[in-house]
């Protein structure tokens, strides 16, 4: 017999483990995901200040990550950042919780990578957030020689193997981050591994059909790093909208979780309700 409740030396029913995991299962597909909050090149957990009380709001746990990449350690790779999302990610649905990962800017091949295989394993889907959406095998560093570099950064810079924006007040932050909340981000930004921008993109989740219908893209008219004719094409050439829900801020620049935390949150709660009629 598979014995589900075990008695204790003083008689006390013991509830299982297994039965544990079920009752957390079942407790979980009825509950709101749990969102893990990704951030882009340079920024690290702390990007997240307005975001997460937003999402709070909406009824969701939040979780963050700091990746590799800004540790201030050169040759760090997309494959080492994918490799800790993924672990946080594995974490959350070790607990029997369903998660969706929202990511920004350089983060979304690496929440792509992170996920791939586990569909059906906990992960509801992923939300890219003014992203990148790259396929998986693509060479970054010869995509950055075919445009002629990218005149907005330094390279080995502070030291050799990192590199870092010449300005960034002007990159990320336009046109509606508050003055006081730039003063707070650029205090903060840090130097990026080279290796995590002109290496190789890890395989991706995105080109699996098992998540169709469950990939989100939230489009910011205003970006100034990625601008919305970009975004409008990656998600088009990744299979557009039968594969994509896309949700649009309008007049939003490439920051929004600190110009328009309570936006995002509204757009990421109709994409989340979106995935979860395809479940």
Known sequence: FDWHIFISSDLTPIISHSVCLNILASMSSTAKPTILLVHGA?????????????????????????????????GTTQFDDAAHVRAV???????????VVLAHSYAGPIASAAIKGLSGKGVLGMVALCAYIFPGGMDQGAVIRDIGDLPYVTWNMPSKGLF????PRSLFFPPDVPAERVDWAVAQLRPQSMAANVGIVPPQAWQDDTYTGRLGYIRCTADVVIPIEQQGGMVLGAGGQEKWVVRTLEGSGHSPFLSRPHEVAAALDEIVNAFEAKV
Not at 89 to 99: A, F, I, L, N, Y
């Open 164 to 167: 870092q924006t010449k300005d």
């Open 42 to 74: 340079w920024h690290g957990s702390w990007c997240w200040r307005y975001q997460i009380p937003a999402l709070e709001a909406f009824g969701y746990d939040v979780e963050t990550v700091d990746l590799p990449c800004v540790s201030g350690v050169a």
């Open 89 to 99: 990610v594995e974490s959350q649905t070790s607990m029997g919780k369903r998660v």
